[in-house]
DNA sequence: CGAGATTGCGTTACTTTATAACGTGTGCAA
DNA sequence: TTGCACACGTTATAAAGTAACGCAATCTCG
């Protein structure tokens, strides 16, 4: 059993909405934008999307991107090893690419190890330009 | 000559200031708090930090901690590379420990390149416990 | 030298991002 | 049925970051 793959019956009304919106965008959205998106559907306050998004993260179906204080739907080819993603975020076109790898992960957890470092989460952040967007 | 090492003297004084309250601290600060200790010194709004901050992180005298929205004097052992920096940060103590690795800036700069992702820079942030931390 | 550009600085007001605190309703299990 | 867990809604507030204005000191080059 995959602990991260939920269904969409095991989401709350709240929380399939927010997941909804991710998954439309291609781009990450900032939980206002999610909020603003979501104002007809009765959201009204802050809390609502960040519960939502807090719950989502838990599950493994959206991942935070801190150095853009913003979020998006996992886009994993496959589901398995959350543990170190690597996002690759475009400056010209906002898009973001996820992607993991296991030299990279490895690599992490032997520079933690060495330093007798207790690691719990992994963020690895690329900022540049995408290829379509070099292209231009 | 290397780009990124300054000596007080090329500071300003808000930057000194800035800087001063960095390098006394153990463990990063936000802007707000460094605001805080700088009262007694004239500061009033948040812009003089920012200012001061945008300049230091130009210098690479400091960085800046996505996943925490503060900031930490550059405590590299040696000063070149700043290129591809990890930080193992203690979600106990709060403490910081930045190194930077060969094998994991190459592995980025070859994922980006086999994306052809045209990379700018790259943020690795550990979240964990530290050494000793982990002791007591 | 002096006109124009650049840079740092200070201040007010503001936007964006995130939480605290309190109360409601629903389902489920002892 | 009582107690608990959990999602939800609302108001208010905290924390982080920026826009826009103007002033003064320092380059810089004709
Ligand atoms: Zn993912
Ligand atoms: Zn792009
Ligand atoms: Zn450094
Ligand atoms: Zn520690």
Redesign the interface.
């Known amino acids: 059993m995959n602990e991260h793959v939920h269904a969409s019956a095991d989401l709350t009304k709240n929380q399939a909405l927010v997941m909804g919106a991710l998954t439309r965008s291609d781009s990450p959205l900032s939980a206002y934008t999610i909020l603003d998106q979501l104002r007809d559907d009765g959201f009204r306050a802050p809390l609502q999307v960040y519960r939502a998004l807090d719950k989502l993260v838990e599950f493994g179906m959206v991942h935070r991107l801190?150095?853009l204080n913003a979020f998006v739907a996992c886009r994993h080819p496959r589901c398995d090893d959350h543990e170190t993603v690597?996002f690759?975020i475009?400056?010209t076109c906002s898009r973001v690419?996820e992607?993991s790898?296991d030299?990279?992960a490895n690599?992490?957890a032997f520079?933690?190890d060495e330093?007798?470092?207790?690691?719990?989460?992994?963020?690895?952040?690329?900022?540049?330009?995408?290829?379509s967007c070099?292209a231009a």
């Not at 330093?115 to 290829?131: D, H, M, Q, S, Y």
């Open positions: 801190e150095s690597v690759m475009c400056e690419q992607l790898d030299v990279l690599r992490v520079l933690a330093a007798r470092f207790a690691l719990k989460n992994t963020t690895v952040e690329l900022r540049g330009i995408c290829r070099q």
